[in-house]
């Protein structure tokens, strides 16, 4: 019905009104709510509710307690997902385990091979034919979350992980021990094809956890993922020396209370973030896996971090 001025529309009467409000059903529909089975929109969301843990981008998250290892709240926490570089969490476990029995293990040189040089994904920026010693590498593998410092150590480490392989392929022998070590600590939802997380490697948030508490008793391993920076030299094929400084890519470092671990960033993972934080004697595990963004699995972390201080008690 059109009206063309207000004389028509007071003869329309009460009739033509109300067929001009039901043929506009979607002018007299309150503002923000779609009418009731409004082809192409989905079904609006239930509102956010005004208790429990935050809203989060991550597709999965645990919280556990540092001192036990006592898995306290999550979401999915089980569903097995992509896991980036966090996979570089159990690398790094290997090569300290490794060292406990093999004395001298950390003061090893690596001469860096052309095929762990020319691994894409993230960086230390490491050439074929640099020499570096072991304890210095780890940095490498931890700080800026060097692929190529990933291969290199399980090169170098993997003949001393007592698992059989092809001959010429260390590196697949310290995978085997990654994965034996990950079922020593009953991690059912992990698995692991590269010691640096650019391809299938699988595990789940509550996973981490377990990892994380595991490692983090360890002061060797402590040291370096809540270290920002490491700077040294290294001496490359024909024996002249660089300096070579590497950044932690954990940004929550930055802030006072959190102490590690380990970020990770692929197309297929996502952002993901095991983080480590204490207040006095207090000590959690928050992972996110599957953010929407880098930022956000900060946000996300620390939101998580809040509230689950608040649940334990703690008010500032």
Not at 149 to 174: I, Q, R, S
Not at 210 to 236: I, N
Request: glycine share 10%.
């Amino acid at each position: 019905m059109r009206l063309r001025n207000r004389r028509q529309f007071l003869q329309a009467g009460s009739a033509g009104l109300l067929g001009l409000l039901w043929t506009g059903r979607a002018w007299c529909q309150p503002a923000g709510q779609p009418a009731a089975g409004e082809p192409g929109l989905p079904p609006r969301a239930a509102a956010d509710a005004l208790d429990g843990p935050p809203v989060v981008s991550a597709r999965a998250w645990a919280v556990a307690e540092g001192n036990t290892g006592r898995l306290l709240w999550g979401a999915r926490e089980a569903l097995e997902l992509n896991m980036a570089s966090t996979t570089k969490i159990m690398t790094a476990w290997v090569v300290l385990r490794l060292a406990e029995g093999r004395r001298g293990l950390l003061d090893e040189t690596i001469v860096v091979s052309r095929r762990a040089a020319q691994t894409p994904g993230s960086s230390a920026r490491i050439r074929a034919g640099d020499r570096y010693v072991v304890r210095d590498l780890l940095y490498g593998l931890l700080l800026p979350s060097g692929n190529d410092a990933a291969v290199a150590l399980a090169e170098h480490c993997g003949p001393y992980c007592g698992e059989p392989t092809n001959a010429g392929a260390p590196a697949d022998a310290f995978v085997m021990h990654m994965n034996r070590q990950a079922q020593l600590l009953r991690m059912g939802e992990t698995y692991y094809f590269d010691p640096h997380g650019l391809g299938r490697n699988r595990t789940s948030a509550r996973d981490l956890t377990k990892l994380a508490r595991e490692t983090m008793r360890h002061s060797g391993f402590r040291a370096y993922v809540r270290t920002r920076r490491h700077q040294h030299e290294v001496a490359d094929a024909r024996g002249e020396r660089r300096t070579v400084a590497w950044n932690n890519t954990n940004r929550l470092l930055d802030i006072e209370g959190y102490d590690g671990i380990k970020t990770g960033t692929t197309t297929a993972a996502g952002a993901c973030l095991v983080a480590s934080g204490r207040r006095g004697s207090d000590h959690l595990f928050v992972v996110v896996l599957g953010c929407t963004s880098n930022d956000g699995r900060y946000v996300d972390t620390r939101n998580l971090f809040r509230w689950a201080w608040r649940e334990r008690g703690h008010r500032q």
